[in-house]
């Protein structure tokens, strides 16, 4: 933990094996740390800066993510699930599993997977639109840009890049 007022380091806190990510919530009570070589997330509690759990999930763990009430948005799901993104609403999470060149849904209601959308080869990074409508997913390895309907949770268009596609953003 570090000490934004100068900088300096506040107290190290230990988690498992190779971590690799870390988001906080929005209300920056908890801190989630995807831990790859360990296959869990270990969640700290940024007031004691204590870990309260550990959590297991799928093999090498990468992306995580908050939806906007403060919940935990990682599910080990496909094959490295790499990153992900959540809808505005915090309705679904579209999780990228770039080994399995799939995107998984997962319904936040029902804390289930929905489907499985068929995607370019190893997908990277993704943006969701401020209105939620669609889902846009770079794929490392095809040069492609999957473009996904939220609603039907299919790939509605698919964007040809220049050159490998990894990180996104959107200009709306």
Known sequence: MIRTENNSE???????????SIVITPNGNFAYVANQQSSNVYVI?????????????GLLPSGLDVSPDGQLQNVGTGQN?????VTPNGEKVYILNSSGSDVSVFNTATNTITA???????????????????????????????????ASDTVVNTITSEIYPAGIALRI
Do not use: E, F, H, M
């Open 10 to 20: 506040l107290t190290k806190i230990q988690v498992g094996a190779v971590p690799y």
């Open 45 to 57: 509690n940024t007031q004691t800066n204590a870990v309260i759990k550990i959590i297991p999930v």
């Open 81 to 85: 699930p790499l990153g992900l993104t």
């Open 116 to 150: 499985a959308i068929p995607v370019g080869l190893y997908p990277y990074s993704a943006a969701c639109t401020p209105d939620g409508s669609r889902i846009y997913v770079t794929n490392l390895l095809s040069t492609l840009i999957s473009v996904i309907d939220t």
